[in-house]
């Protein structure tokens, strides 16, 4: 009888509620999205009789994400990277949220900051609520610059005094370098954008032969090249944030992602962060801002459901759980003034750089158009054979250009 | 229903499961992508047929020539060199040893391990840092001694032939006996050269840093028939991890040879060397015919080692045809060319069809 009764009242809920399917990608990220859902989402959500499934998708997310859309099998609310989220508003995947906005009292447009929902804007409509946000910045190992008695970078820094600094840091005999660059242009490109850069010019084309870049091509690799810095797989590790943990160089351009990774693998390491170095010539710095959304399938049958789901996963509390577990920056306004900004600990401190370098300089979205990732491979090539010693700058560009000029024409 | 009628039946009966997948997934999967070859097609919007403009399009593409020419360069490296490798192997397995169980399982063990923790494994081989620069710096630091070593041994061993010799033994050359005799001796003679400072380790060498995967350099340095070093370094894996289950095949072909055929060479005094060109290898020739058609499938449509290897080295230097299909359906950050990637898998199912069907020719004539 008392079992009879518990499956009689289990089962009510389940039957009158809408299901909205939430997927994201795997690793670290689905216990802290399942605590979201299970602290702020499932109670917000419970007066509309929704019920949240998280299917979190372990490896080749958003090829998972461009099959299932195609077969009609996908999620309701999904993310989607800035880097490749213009196939997806062009194609009319993603359902535009302006009239969803316009009703809804939790979220306005206005509490998200600007710079990020413009990455997820197209033709005037928004396609995507940034949940969250990262820019690079200098990290620095302070127990390396104390022993070289240097000053630790600073964001007075210009391109030159920094490379001074990492000079008298590093001791290559000893296998100590100043700072651990990877041939990517999602770490040099910052760097080009600092000199004045312009990815694109008004026909859709780019111009590797314009004076910041080729400057910032010059000095990136020449830091290289000295002895100054090294390749990351030299060291046998795959990006910066590795070779930084190993305490073999001194510095490594990262972004927050840095941060977690460093609680596990190196707990005792003493670092700060800066913002990354002024161009001297422009007095610019440059970034990239790396974001990713929540967005609505367009195809989806529950979407008012779906976006009731999302104004939880972006609420204000939501938000401000993550940002006071170190996870990642918020992409509300309003948390700007959080405390959390205000302590005293490395993390903190390294989140309110990462967090000042969205509004400082030149900065721009990891993002590269109709080419998307096609766009940095012939400039990570030519950033291989420089650095490697293969080619010289004027071959390596000459021919990173004519790569370009191909993808271009297709 | 006559007694034929119903074994054929009974057949079919017990094919359907697999004709059911193969219809499925093989035969519809080949037909859309041959249709989708002709059409323009993103997965999102309703393809559009555009002819054999993507077919115009890729044989002007210079990564698809690029994937091409990587694609039949390796194909015939590697199919060439697994399946000498692969005999070789069989051969030497065939012998009746003490232990050869033990050298039979340890020789099969690449094959049965998974490709992608191969993979791994030998990136890390491969750093600029790792196992493979390291040999090769020690092999520069200790060279006077290896050297010194290597030429103690020829000596002695000469020395210690020719004794034996002149006391009335029929010492060869390589009489292992005596060539660990001389090692030993030469190792020690070595000690005292390294002790006495005649001989010492160079420390001042510079550490190798050759890069065996960031590069797009070539090896030897011409384009045809050569590779970039990264797909070469792919080759040598490759053949490591399908050699031995070619060996296997092998290994069963030589048992079935009739031991009488041998028997009569053997009366006929038939070399070594004639036995095996004139009984082994064209009793062999089923086997070789399956070993280099398995060969040819397997390598043109080699896809994993490339994937796994990724960023690590770069595309254009190591970049298949089974690659370039994956990277036009999901290239990063773009829209999906379906169309593209469907012709040039249509190419790909071409080139191998054709390919076999003229190594049929040359292995069956």
């Known amino acids: 009888m008392a079992a009879g009764l518990v499956v009689l009242v289990a089962s009510v809920p389940a039957l009158a509620s809408t299901v909205v399917r939430v997927s994201g990608w795997g690793g670290t990220d689905i216990a802290i999205v399942e605590e979201l859902i299970e602290r702020f989402v499932r109670p917000a959500v419970k007066p509309y009789d929704i019920e949240v499934k998280y299917e979190p998708i372990a490896e080749e997310f958003s090829g998972y994400l461009f099959n299932s859309l195609s077969a009609g099998t996908a999620p309701d609310l999904f993310y989607v990277d800035i880097f490749w989220a213009e196939p997806l508003m062009r194609t009319g995947q993603l359902e535009p949220l302006d009239p969803y906005l316009a009703k809804s009292n939790v979220l306005r447009k206005d509490d998200i900051l600007p710079k990020l929902l413009a990455g997820f804007t197209y033709n005037g409509k928004i396609y995507g609520i940034p949940k969250d946000f990262n820019t690079l910045a200098v990290f620095y190992n302070k127990d390396l610059f104390d022993e070289a008695g240097v000053a630790y970078p600073d964001a007075n820094d210009t391109w030159d005094t920094f490379a001074e600094k990492l000079r008298k840091v590093s001791r290559p005999e000893d296998g100590i370098y100043g700072i651990a660059l990877p041939p990517e242009y999602a770490r040099f490109g910052a760097f080009a954008y600092s000199a004045g850069f312009k990815l694109f010019d008004d026909n859709g084309k780019s111009d590797l032969s ?78 990239f801002i790396y974001t990713v959304s929540w967005s609505v399938n367009a195809a989806s049958k529950v979407k008012a459901e779906a976006f009731k789901v999302l104004e939880a996963l972006t609420s204000p509390e939501a938000q401000q759980w993550v940002l006071r577990r170190g996870l990642a920056l918020p992409s509300r306004k309003s948390l700007l003034n959080d405390p959390y900004f205000k302590q005293d600990t490395p993390e903190a401190k390294a989140n309110l750089v990462v967090f000042q370098g969205a509004s400082d300089g030149n900065v721009h979205p990891f993002q590269f158009g109709r080419y ?30 004519r790569q370009l000029n191909e993808l271009a024409s297709r | 229903m006559t007694e034929k009628a119903q074994e054929a039946l009974t057949a079919y009966v017990f094919l359907l499961p697999y004709l059911f997948t193969l219809v499925i997934f093989f035969v519809y999967g080949f037909m859309r992508t041959f249709y989708f070859s002709f059409t323009e097609y993103n997965l999102f919007e309703a393809p559009s047929w555009v002819g054999l403009r993507n077919y115009a399009a890729i044989m002007t593409e210079p990564r698809f020539l690029t994937a091409l020419r990587n694609s039949i360069t390796f194909s015939v490296v590697v199919t060439t060199a697994q399946t000498v490798l692969s005999l070789a192997l069989a051969l030497a397995l065939n012998q009746r040893l003490r232990g050869i169980t033990f050298f039979r399982a340890a020789y099969y063990t690449p094959s049965v391990m998974s490709s992608v923790v191969i ?49 009335g033994f029929a010492a060869a050359w390589w009489e292992p006996s005596l060539l660990v005799t001389a090692m030993m001796l030469s190792a020690a003679a070595t000690v005292v050269l390294r002790t006495t400072g005649v001989v010492a380790a160079d420390l001042e060498v510079n550490p190798v840093a050759t890069p065996w995967l960031n590069t797009r350099r070539y090896f ?58 004139h009984i082994t290898l064209p009793q062999l020739r089923h086997v070789t015919f399956l070993v280099v058609t398995l060969g040819l499938i397997g390598t043109l449509q080699m896809f994993d080692q490339v994937a796994v290897i990724g960023d690590q080295a770069p595309l254009d230097s190591i970049i298949t045809l089974a690659y370039y299909v994956y990277h036009n359906v999901f290239p990063g950050g773009a829209i999906p060319r379906i169309g593209q990637a469907a012709a040039a898998a249509v190419t790909l199912a071409v080139l191998t069809l054709a390919v076999v069907l003229v190594q049929r020719r040359v292995v069956e004539r």
Do not use: C
């Open chain 1, 210 to 287: 314009q004076p910041g870049f080729v400057e910032a091509f010059k000095w990136y690799t020449g830091l290289v090249k000295s002895g100054v810095a090294i390749q990351p797989a030299d060291i046998g590790q795959g990006w910066g944030g590795g070779a930084f943990a190993t305490e073999k160089v001194a510095t490594a351009i990262e972004g927050a992602w840095i941060l977690g990774f460093l609680r596990d693998q190196a707990p005792n390491l003493r670092y700060g962060a800066t913002l990354i170095p002024k161009n001297p010539r422009t007095g610019q710095r440059g970034n």
């Open chain 1, 372 to 401: 998307g990732g096609d766009w940095m491979t012939p400039v990570n090539e030519a950033l291989t054979a420089v650095m490697s010693g293969e080619m010289n700058v004027d071959q390596a560009l000459a021919q990173a250009q």
């Open chain 2, 119 to 167: 993979t791994l494994m030998f990136m890390w081989l491969f750093q600029r840092t790792g196992a493979m620069n390291y040999l090769l710096t020690q092999v520069l630091v200790f060279r006077e001694l290896i050297m010194a070593f290597l030429l103690g041994t020829a000596v002695l061993q000469g020395a210690l032939v020719w004794w034996e010799r002149r006391h």
């Open chain 2, 220 to 277: 030897p340095d011409w384009r045809f028939p050569s590779a970039p070093i990264p797909l070469e370094a792919l080759m040598i894996l490759n053949t490591w991890t399908t050699a031995p289950t070619f060996m296997l095949l092998y290994l069963a072909g030589l048992q079935d040879i009739p031991r009488d055929l041998y028997e009569a060479a053997w009366v006929d005094g038939a070399s070594a060397w004639q036995q095996f060109r």
